[in-house]
């Protein structure tokens, strides 16, 4: 089991920048990966970014170039740094943790870019 709390949602202005954080309950280095997805009204979730035990990353292309995810093993926390924000980043940000089959996720945190 792994509880995620997310945390640094809010209200930016297009072009700002946010960095979210997802706290996990067990070592982050027990975690096979860990990722960010985001959902907005309306519309399914999607992944934003990803990185695994090992430290590869993944990002779309919507996203590529702006957002960055990072993890600090000692503090088991992984980040999400967004930057250049534009209005259809608007959603609800979730963290998620998978463990072998098993996926685990936050409660999300909500961000708004403004334009």
């Known amino acids: 089991q792994v509880q995620l709390v997310e945390s640094g949602g809010g209200l930016v202005q297009a072009g700002g920048s946010l960095r979210l954080s997802c706290v996990t309950s067990r070592s982050i280095r027990s975690i096979d990966a860990m990722a960010w997805y985001r959902q907005a009204p309306g519309k399914q979730r999607e992944l934003v970014a990803a990185?695994?035990?090992?430290?590869?990353?993944n990002y779309p292309n919507s996203v590529k170039g702006r957002f960055t995810i990072s993890r600090d093993n000692a503090k088991n926390t992984v980040y999400l740094q967004m930057i250049s924000l534009k209005s259809e980043d608007t959603a609800v940000y979730y963290c998620?943790?998978?463990?072998?089959?098993?996926?685990?996720w936050g409660q999300g945190t909500q961000v708004t870019v403004s334009s």
């Open positions: 990185i695994t035990r090992g430290g590869s990353t």
């Open positions: 998620n943790g998978r463990v072998g089959l098993d996926n685990y």
